[in-house]
């Protein structure tokens, strides 16, 4: 049984992408994590050492507000981005030239329904 049909056991898996959008997926999500990932230990690389030259506890939690701040929304940004390149990747190919719409069948009007 094809495990891309819309019927049995793998219905589920109508929605996936053509097999060869996988390996593309695979290397975008790859290359994305590991740049992402090393971001954000620079980051908190940075955090550590503005942490290390608090003076007062004051300081410390601005230091760690700001971080917490800033990773939250450094993440929800990359998992935004990541979604948003999975839905572009794994979409089908479209075709530059878009289908012909059908026209609308004109509409009567009262006398000529009248006279039919």
Known sequence: MDSFTTQGPMAGAAGMPAADAVPRL??????????F?????RADARTLQEAGCCDSLSDLTMVQTRWV?????A?????LRFMESFVR???PATTDEAAPQPEPAPRRRARDAEAA
């Open 26 to 35: 695979a290397a975008t999500w790859m290359r994305d994590t590991m740049d």
């Open 37 to 41: 990932m090393a971001e954000r230990l």
């Open 69 to 73: 701040t800033e990773a939250t929304q």
């Open 75 to 79: 993440y929800s940004e990359a998992t």
């Open 89 to 91: 990747l794994g979409a």
